[in-house]
């Protein structure tokens, strides 16, 4: 099963990256890892280069001024008016006002033209994604209705129309190293370009405040080579697969009649619920409750015996089940892959 | 009468303004005032206890923040402190204190009048602030406390995501805030315009005036979108209205927009003020004339008005067409030049003059050198797609920080400082008061620039916890540390200004040398201000002697002592010419009874009696007419 070491591996990358250890960066807006991305950054270090220039000459001033406290006025400046306020004019006026021009058409054409949406129809492919208290469905539209939750794939190399729209209040659609946010509005469709060529892992999360569990509102984007992309979109379309043993039919029968089924959809069931994650492919995914724990039979086990302890708030009710009920359902959930 | 001699005359002049201007002893007294000394600094006091609260609730955020997965806070607890960080802080103490303390205390000494031009006003003003401060601290009390951030977004407020009444505690408590600062606001413009002394044109008033000036017609039009807003959030919440709801049609962005078309002039009114006091504490220790006068008058003016064009960079995020973002970052850019204007001409001045770095000069200092880096790091917020990358991150965090603490706050600092000698009679402690800066400054770096770093590297704004493994840990424990630093210098000022107000060394007049008319009145200054109204004839009246010396004798010969009763001269709002002598309204219980009367209002409209509360607006109205009417015995 080369596949499922695969998994393993990734896995032990996901807990290392999203839940316990300490490989950081994989948020953050100065390491780039598209040309979108980087493009920003690049914007930015000059932007920080020239604030640098202004905060080291106003410092230097001011020093001066420090040096020669308690005596008079540097002697050529100290009584010309005239001077002092063509000073003012240079270096208050003309020079700040130069230098903004120039970084606001390098910004706001050139590099927003750079970062902005696609136009849809140039785009390979496009993802939607609806946010909700507090998590991501992501959809492939035009692919038989793959639907997952949290862990958006995309191929390499491939622009990428990220459509993003919201089921409650507002939230922020964010993945700092691969573009800038964009909210997402009840009642308004907004779009952002996803493009990398870089192989790997990104993390996203919410940047609008939506509410009390906002601090567990992550998600990951998994930037993929096209053929395992494409591999990975055909399993998530497909209906989950039947239960193969007396277990898992167990594990099915619980989700279908403890409430599992009001909530949360497993396309080829009955259950059609629409509030939580659908959750067809759950076992697929390295990452529960948006990326808050990793997605293992114990921690699963234990989200749902309670899920209000650890994402307190959020909007899973603990069932009452049996211990033999929760294993049977931990069981089938993790075989849904 | 030739038996008199000149001193004596002088004398018996000043007793019987002493008599004319006496307001009640003792607690009654302090609730039927309207001198405008005690009302700001009833305005000034009601404020710091509002800063401890807003601070406590910043020590707690931080924290909570101070390693991964604490549990100082619930998620509950920590939405509501931040929440009601951002109200206290802005609304209940930045502005407050500026415009209610500083600007009522020493506006009306700066341009030499007696009081402001509608004392009742001034006092319905404070009572009301107190009252609204309180009734959104009610919400806290009562576990109702808001929860949806300063800004409050909907749908994230309406009925159906914030059922409690949390969210109308700030909603209606904004409304009612907004009613004082209006009042004020009025009370100042007036004020500024009408009651200057004779001889201070335009021209010649101090800038700190010009910086309020600015600010109250920025209040005075910024606020009624906030009300709007309030109110239709209101009327959503309560009776079902869908201004801001989609599936009835209303738009979650319309909430956006007024919030920040009342948002953004927000900042300017919060930062004028500061300019204002830098302005006035830069030439007193640099000796020296503030270079380019009519340049940053023009700006402090510019300010406020460019500060109503440019809300929706705020919302570059939304998804607006890029035509209308465009307009508004190069309308957002345009305010760097009133910036950088005020900022050259504090550089210029300090450089060209002899500067003398006494505390207030040091926090000026300090000011300048963090609205520097607030302001480029506000400027980068102008380069649209670097904006959606760091909006609503940390890094908007640190910005804002930076200019609102470090550039608003620093100059109040300072200002107290400036004017404690006068304020209390007493000097406060220049070595403590040295440290008290540095403190705050090393406090004020360490807490807020690791927080642009945090930004960038993705860290959101508003979340109540992070993972250890998001890279955060190291900044946000060093910006904890820093808050404590922060708070360990602001509670080594405290400890030097209260010892100092007891124990400190007798003020003189003029302890500066400071060139506005404050500083031509005793310390602290009689109710009446100025025993004779000073004539102008420069914007540094107070460095032309043979002025002062004219006045002095004036008050012998009683020219302009004018004390048959609470009076005060009008003078030309252009060039400041004597034009009437007014009889100024004396103390008087009404203002606190009409904001009682308010005060229920907004109870009975938190509770759902709009009758009763359309009862106490009957109430409050006919309050006023026996404000108007009924004037105590003895005055004319």
Redesign the interface.
């Known amino acids: 099963m080369p596949r499922r070491r695969h998994r393993a591996g990734l896995l032990a990358v996901a807990a290392?990256?999203?839940?316990?250890?300490?490989?950081?960066?994989d948020?953050?807006?100065?390491h780039p890892e598209s040309e979108?991305?980087r493009?920003?950054a690049t914007?930015?270090w000059w932007?920080l280069g020239i604030?640098a220039v202004?905060?080291g000459g106003?410092?230097v001033?001011?020093l001066?001024?420090?040096l020669?406290?308690?005596?008079?006025?540097?002697p050529l400046?100290?009584g010309a008016?005239r001077l002092?306020?063509g000073?003012?004019?240079v270096?208050?006026?003309v020079i700040?006002?130069t230098v903004?021009?120039g970084?606001?058409v390098v910004?706001?054409f050139v590099?927003?033209q750079a970062?902005?949406a696609p136009n849809p129809r140039t785009t390979p492919l496009t993802v939607a994604v609806v946010g909700h208290?507090w998590f991501w469905e992501v959809r492939y539209p035009g692919t038989s209705g793959a639907v997952t939750a949290n862990e958006l794939h995309i191929p390499a190399g491939t622009r990428v129309n990220v459509v993003a729209t919201s089921d409650?209040?507002?939230h922020?659609f964010?993945v700092?190293q691969l573009n800038?946010?964009?909210?997402m509005?009840?009642?308004?469709t907004?779009?952002v370009l996803l493009e990398s060529d870089h192989v790997g892992r990104y993390?996203g999360?919410?940047?609008?405040?939506?509410?009390?569990?906002?601090?567990h509102m992550r998600f990951s984007v998994t930037v993929e080579p096209p053929a395992r992309f494409r591999a990975w979109l055909a399993e998530q379309a497909r209906d989950r697969m039947p239960p193969r043993n007396a277990g898992a039919r167990l594990g099915e029968g619980v989700f279908l009649d403890a409430g599992c089924a009001s909530c949360h959809t497993i396309r080829g069931t009955t259950g059609r619920g629409e509030i939580g994650p659908d959750l067809t492919h759950v076992g697929s995914r390295d990452t529960l409750a948006a990326l808050t724990i990793p997605n293992t039979p114990p921690e699963l086990a234990s989200w749902i015996r309670d899920p209000q302890h650890i994402k307190?708030?959020n909007r899973m009710p603990a069932l009452a089940l049996t211990g033999a009920q929760r294993a049977a359902l931990v069981a089938y959930l993790e075989g849904l892959r | 009468m030739t038996a008199l001699d000149e001193p004596t005359l002088a004398r018996l002049r000043t007793e019987r303004l002493e008599r004319v201007w006496a307001e009640r002893s003792g607690l009654l007294g302090w609730l039927t005032t309207t001198n405008h000394k005690r009302i700001g600094l009833m305005f000034f006091f009601t404020a710091l206890a509002f800063f401890l609260a807003g601070g406590v609730e910043a020590l707690l955020i931080r924290t909570q923040l101070i390693g991964p997965n604490e549990h100082v806070l619930s998620p509950q607890a920590y939405n509501e402190a931040f929440t009601l960080h951002g109200v206290t802080m802005i609304f209940l103490f930045v502005v407050p204190i500026s415009i209610g303390a500083f600007g009522n205390y020493l506006l009306p000494l700066m341009i030499g009048a007696r009081d402001l031009a509608f004392p009742r006003l001034n006092a319905f003003s404070y009572w009301v602030y107190l009252a609204a401060g309180l009734f959104v601290y009610t919400g806290l009390a009562i576990g109702q406390a808001p929860d949806t951030g300063w800004f409050s977004y909907v749908p994230l407020a309406s009925k159906q995501y914030s059922p409690g009444a949390g969210v109308d505690f700030y909603a209606l408590g904004l409304i009612f805030t907004g009613v004082s600062s209006t009042a004020t606001a009025i009370n100042l413009i007036v004020t500024t315009f009408k009651l200057r002394a004779p001889g201070m044109s335009l021209n010649r008033m101090p800038l700190f005036c010009y910086a309020f000036l600015a600010v109250s017609f920025a209040l005075l039009f910024a606020l009624p979108p906030l009300t709007v807003a309030t109110m239709l959030l209101e009327l959503d919440r309560r009776l079902g209205f869908e201004f801001y709801d989609v599936t009835g049609g209303g738009l979650p962005l319309l909430w956006q927009h007024l919030f920040w078309i009342f948002g953004h002039p927000e900042v300017y009114i919060i930062i004028l003020p500061a300019f204002g006091i830098a302005t006035s504490i830069i030439p007193t220790f640099t000796r020296r004339r503030m270079v380019a006068f009519p340049l940053v008058a023009v700006a402090e003016i510019l300010v406020a008005f460019i500060g109503f064009g440019v809300w929706v960079h705020h919302m570059f995020a939304v998804g607006l067409p890029t035509i209308t973002t465009i307009y508004f970052a190069a309308a957002s850019l345009v305010i760097v030049i009133p910036s950088g204007i005020q900022l050259f001409a504090w550089i210029t001045t300090i450089l060209t003059g002899t500067p003398i770095f006494k505390t207030p000069l040091l926090w000026i200092l300090g000011f300048i050198v963090l609205f520097i880096v607030g302001g480029l790091s506000g400027i980068m917020f102008a380069a649209i797609p670097f904006d959606q990358q760091a909006t609503d991150s940390y890094f908007v965090v640190a910005h804002f920080h930076y200019v609102i603490f470090g550039a608003a706050v620093f100059p109040i600092l300072g200002g107290i400082y400036y004017w404690f000698p006068k304020v209390t009679g007493r000097m406060y402690h220049e070595r403590w008061g040295q440290a008290s800066f540095w403190l705050t400054f090393a406090g004020t770096m360490v807490t807020f620039f690791p927080m642009h770093v945090a930004g960038l590297e993705g860290m959101p704004r508003r979340v109540y916890t992070y993972a250890s493994g998001a890279g955060w840990s190291g900044l946000n424990l060093t910006e904890t540390l820093g808050a404590y630093l922060l708070a360990a210098g602001l509670l080594t000022m405290t400890v030097n200004l209260v010892a100092s107000a007891f124990r400190g060394a007798l003020a003189p007049d003029d302890p500066w040398h400071g060139d506005t008319l404050e500083w031509a009145t005793t310390s602290p200054p009689p109710a009446y201000n100025f025993a004779v109204i000073p004539t102008v004839t420069s914007a540094y009246p107070l460095w032309d002697d043979a002025d002062r010396v004219a006045d002095r004798r004036r008050l012998a010969r009683g020219e302009m002592v004018l004390a048959g009763g609470h009076e005060q001269p009008a003078s030309t709002t252009l060039d400041a010419e004597l034009d009437e002598i007014l009889e100024m309204p004396s103390e008087s219980p009404w203002p606190l009874f009409a904001a009682l009367a308010l005060a229920g209002v907004f109870v009975m409209l938190l509770t759902g009696h709009v009758a009763i509360a359309l009862g106490f607006g009957a109430v409050a109205v006919a309050l006023l007419a026996c404000w108007h009417v009924w004037e105590p015995e003895g005055a004319a």
Do not use: Y
């Open positions: 290392c990256a999203l839940v316990a250890g300490g490989c950081g960066r948020q953050s807006v100065l979108p991305a493009e920003i914007l930015f932007m604030s202004v905060i106003a410092l001033l001011l001066l001024g420090w020669r406290r308690e005596q008079p006025g540097i400046l100290g008016e002092t306020t000073v003012v004019i270096f208050g006026i700040p006002l903004n021009v970084v606001f910004a706001n590099v927003a970062t902005d208290q409650d209040v507002i922020s964010w700092p800038r946010k964009i909210d509005i009840p009642g308004r907004n779009r993390r999360q919410c940047a609008e405040f939506c509410g009390l569990q906002h601090a307190p708030g």
